[in-house]
């Protein structure tokens, strides 16, 4: 059987008609930059999301760089994040000169645990920056409230939760600015790099969209220090084919992650926990289990595919040495980290696969 991690050329596959035209059209009318396909994309996006502007831009670490940015984040500020992430969370506030603060997990769900948030907050403290890691929202409702009571604003990273729900309400909707990625393999995924900045904030979007074009708001007068982090037209193209699909592609998602968890009930293998006031639209299908490193190769020679996201917490990576931080700081992402591993996840994943692969597992368990 061959399996892959993601099934990206089943779902090309899938809508090639559409995207094909799409895209073609982009090229025969030579609107490369802007134009029309952004514009209804960041349309589709708003209203997708409920929050007032969508801005489209050059991917999901610079979403979150602009959002910084946007918030006059600089050096001597500190940002309170999780270290149970990708890099470009904690990444784009060290670029920037401010301080990374790390606060540990909730061992269930892998996001940031808000009960330890507040002790983390001091007066440089200029934000709150939750990760909803794997799909699955962070708890926003406790979130923003510490938030209120110190005045600080929120950056959800929902680089791999947009399409989620939270007490009824989608993810990147949530706090004062919401960032996604449209990398090729996040659960809206574009044909090279992408992302994009929510927020219902109005002065804030205005400010978003001149910094991602070089700090102008009218062509060569530079009002800001900016980047270029503009979203191409063709990306946009590629998504606006898939954002007509996404609502079937999340219940697909949503359906199989159930059906993994079913599964695997009983097993040695500990699958993720969803709270029932949310959903998660599984960018991972990640279990824990003992011995990882032999359950992956005893897996990857029966041709299934696996990956870690992440081996090894960010107060641990040698580019944050020197913020001071040292193993035993963050125990629960350290366990978690050598624990985690992620399972073939995709809409288009079918059951026998899946069945495959749960029986397989459930053998090394
Ligand atoms: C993918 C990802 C990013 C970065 O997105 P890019 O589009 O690859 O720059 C940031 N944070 C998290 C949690 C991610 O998963």
Known sequence: ???NFIDLQAQYRAYQEEIDREVADVMASAQFIGGPKLQKLENDLAAYSGAKHAIGCSSGTDALLLSLMALDIKAGDEVVTT???FIATAEVIAFLGAKPVFVDIDETTYNIDPALIEDAVTERTKAIMPVSLYGQCADMNAINAIAAKHNLPVIEDACQSFGAVYNG???CN???????SFFPSKPLGAYGDGGAVFTSDDALAEKIRMLLNHGQ???YKHKLIGINGRLDAIQAAVLNVKLAHFNDEVAARGRIGKAYTEKFSGSG???PEIRPDRTSVYAQYSVRIENREAAAKALNEKGIPTAVHYPMPLHLQEAFALLGYKTGDFPISERVSGEIMSLPMSPYLTEEQQDFI???LKELA
């Open 1 to 3: 059987m061959k399996i």
């Open 83 to 85: 270290p149970f992430t």
């Open 169 to 171: 309400k989608k993810s």
């Open 174 to 180: 949530l706090s004062t600015i919401g960032c996604t």
């Open 217 to 219: 708001n009218e062509r």
């Open 269 to 271: 293998v500990i699958a």
């Open 358 to 360: 749960v029986d397989a």
